[in-house]
């Protein structure tokens, strides 16, 4: 299975400032039809889980734009331009080129 | 639009089967453009995707599970079906059902899930 290693694990971060989310997969995400199926989901506390981006930057319905994706192989990043209140919560990165689909352990989201 | 719920026992004993039962409302089962799965998350943990099944009744089972696995789909009900059998308390998660488009043709994500229901393994 691919492993989908996330950095950090915890990221406190101040209202109204940038945060950034690093993913790492143990094996190129590029798949033979040259998409690259990486997704970043939210999970707010006591929530399930939320669609934000697919492949790689394509940010799902209804998702705001302070929410970007970034990277190509084995590297992702989610960055939020301006962290707000309701950003808390824990992010997942999830691959999907190579089944079965697997998710990186999460980043928890704080506010400082 | 589309909602999952998820529903089932919330405590099974050792070594018996776990079954739960995802309906789908807002949207047709039987469409054929979804394949609806089954993901898990253990306490304070990460996710793990159990497997799909197509309308049609065709299923991938993570071969981490597959042993145990069985998903089923009832299209009459709009409702589809997971049992994990010999359960153990390593068991013991968040059960989810989601909805994902034909992998490697669309989105490739769990775009819908369900709220979840806590199972809890033990005697």
């Known amino acids: 299975d691919i492993v989908m290693t996330q950095i950090p694990l915890s990221s406190p971060v101040t209202l109204g400032q940038p945060a950034s989310i690093s993913c790492r997969s143990s094996q190129s995400l590029v798949h033979s039809d040259r998409n690259t199926y990486l997704s970043w989901l939210q999970q707010r506390p006591g929530q399930s889980p939320r669609l934000l981006i697919y492949?790689?930057?394509n940010r799902f319905s209804g998702v705001p734009d302070r929410f970007s994706g970034s990277g190509a192989g084995t590297d992702f990043t989610l960055k939020i331009s301006r962290v707000e209140a309701e950003d808390v919560g824990v992010y997942y990165c999830m691959q999907a080129t190579e089944f079965p689909p697997t998710f990186g352990q999460g980043t928890r989201l704080e506010i400082k | 639009q589309v909602q999952l719920q998820e529903s089932g026992p919330g405590l099974v004993k050792p070594s018996q089967t776990l079954s739960l039962t995802c309906t789908v409302s807002?949207?047709?089962?039987?469409?054929?453009?979804?394949?609806w799965s089954w993901i898990r998350q253990h306490p304070g943990k990460g996710l793990e995707w159990i497997g799909y099944i197509y309308y049609s009744g065709s299923t991938y089972y993570n071969p981490s599970l597959k042993s145990r696995v069985t998903i089923s789909v009832d299209t009459s009900k709009n409702q589809f079906s997971l049992k994990l059998n010999s359960v153990t308390a390593a068991d013991t998660a968040v059960y989810y059902c989601?909805?994902?488009?034909?992998?490697?043709?669309?989105?490739?994500?769990?775009?819908?899930w369900g709220q979840g229901t806590m199972v809890t393994v033990s005697s």
């Open positions: 989601a909805r994902s488009d034909d992998f490697w043709s669309g989105i490739s994500a769990f775009d819908i």
């Open positions: 807002g949207g047709s089962i039987s469409s054929g453009d979804y394949y």
């Open positions: 492949k790689i930057s």
